[in-house]
């Protein structure tokens, strides 16, 4: 065959963070590979912030979302979208990843046309459809439908074969979140937006704070404010650092109980590169993100889950994380106690990132070009162990 034609399909601030090591990757191997992007724009500013911190440039533009959009006229607009590219480019391979509305969406628009799919981030499970909801079912979704799945673990490969899925289309890669953190953290690092070069790091330990999932809209992000709010107000050594998510159903909750809060920096998002230095920078995370319980394992920051379930339970087994639901007093006392208890703090902060080792996004390329007969070794595949 001549050049492999791939192209890349995302569209929220997380796919882009996790997409941008694969894109270049693929855009490094030109010789064999023929790249496009084509974003969605799921999430348009936040989408546009990470596009542009790594000069990133699309091929294609869906621009879908609409004020108060539903998931259902998300996804029609996704396959209307994507399908009159997909009938012009004709790719060998369209390539997703994740678990949203974009991911699943994608993946059936290049089903519908008979255009193999890649699933990177393949065979994460809860085994509760609404948790996280709706990221659970466009995970299963693009599985079932993808003709290559980049497992990230060795766990999520074992949730693939379980469910059947061909042996042979499993990869088992890393997750590409931990090669754009390692390019990304740096010592010494001066943050863009300047009022948090003025955050006091040295005699304060800082927690830092992000939630926004749709599952813990209402009383879950009510309980996790008051949580918040008791937690700011216990301790003259720490301060909150509190991202307050664009979403009105995570901004009005966090901003009403912690709008004066002692100790309390509030912002809005900001861009990736001030984030993950800004983590690496902390003392303690609270969120119920998926990609921060990937992340923070290699920085050392314990990270305290709000969520009952998680779809990542490496991150439980290694020690890593503690799922504190949101519940007002869980979430205060194991705040506390990780704050008051150096051992379990140290064990917590010294263990191995069991997600990867900066090297996902090469594997998959890799794992492709042996797919289509371009290469004749089969990828080795990621061991947290090694």
């Given at each position: 065959m001549g050049s492999l034609k791939v192209i890349s399909?995302?569209?929220?601030?997380?796919?882009a963070i996790k997409m941008i090591p694969v894109v270049r990757a693929l855009q490094e191997h030109h010789s064999l590979i023929e790249s496009r992007v084509l974003v969605t724009a799921q999430h348009r500013q936040m989408l546009d912030q990470v596009?542009?911190?790594f000069g990133v440039q699309s091929d294609y533009d869906l621009d879908v979302m609409r004020p108060n959009q539903t998931l259902a006229e998300?996804?029609?607009r996704v396959l209307e979208g994507l399908t009159p590219v997909l009938e012009k480019e004709r790719p060998h391979m369209v390539l997703v990843h994740g678990d949203t509305a974009t991911t699943g969406s994608a993946a059936l628009a290049?089903?519908?046309?008979?255009?193999?799919?890649?699933?990177?981030?393949?065979?994460?499970?809860?085994?509760?459809k609404y948790a996280p909801f709706p990221e659970e079912i466009m995970r299963k979704i693009a599985d079932i439908i993808s003709d290559?799945?980049?497992?990230?673990?060795?766990?999520?490969k074992r949730n693939l074969l379980n469910e059947g899925t061909d042996p042979d289309s499993i990869f088992v890669t890393g997750n590409t979140a931990v090669d754009t953190l390692l390019m990304t953290v740096k010592d010494g690092y001066r943050f863009r937006e300047e009022s948090l070069n003025k955050i006091d790091f040295e005699s304060r330990r800082n927690i830092l704070v992000e939630v926004h999932r749709r599952?813990?809209?209402?009383?879950?992000?009510?309980?996790?404010?008051?949580?918040?709010?008791?937690?700011?107000?216990?301790?003259?050594?720490?301060?909150?650092?509190?991202?307050?998510?664009?979403?009105?159903?995570?901004?009005?909750?966090i901003l009403r109980h912690l709008t004066g809060a002692p100790r309390t920096v509030l912002f809005d998002p900001i861009d990736y590169p001030d984030y993950v230095n800004l983590m690496n920078r902390a003392y303690l995370i609270i969120t119920d993100s998926g990609g921060v319980q990937e992340e923070a394992p290699s920085l050392g920051v314990p990270t305290l889950v709000c969520r009952d379930k998680t779809e990542r339970p490496e991150a439980?087994?290694?020690g890593t994380v503690v799922l504190v639901g949101t519940d007002r007093q869980v979430i205060v006392d194991t705040a506390l106690e990780l704050l008051d208890n150096r051992a379990k703090y140290e064990r917590m902060s010294q263990v191995k990132n069991p997600f990867g080792d900066g090297r996902a996004a090469e594997?998959?390329?890799?794992?492709?070009?042996?797919?289509y007969g371009l290469r004749r070794d089969r990828p080795e595949d990621f061991s947290s162990g090694s």
């Open positions: 399909v995302f569209g929220t601030r997380p796919e596009l542009n911190d998300t996804t029609r290049a089903y519908y046309l008979r255009i193999p799919v890649g699933h990177i981030e393949a065979g994460l499970r809860t085994g509760d290559l799945h980049f497992a990230p673990t060795q766990l999520s599952e813990n809209f209402g009383p879950g992000m009510e309980n996790i404010g008051q949580a918040l709010a008791t937690l700011a107000a216990s301790r003259e050594d720490i301060q909150l650092l509190v991202s307050v998510h664009r979403n009105p159903n995570a901004r009005e909750p439980l087994d290694a594997r998959i390329v890799q794992a492709l070009l042996f797919r």
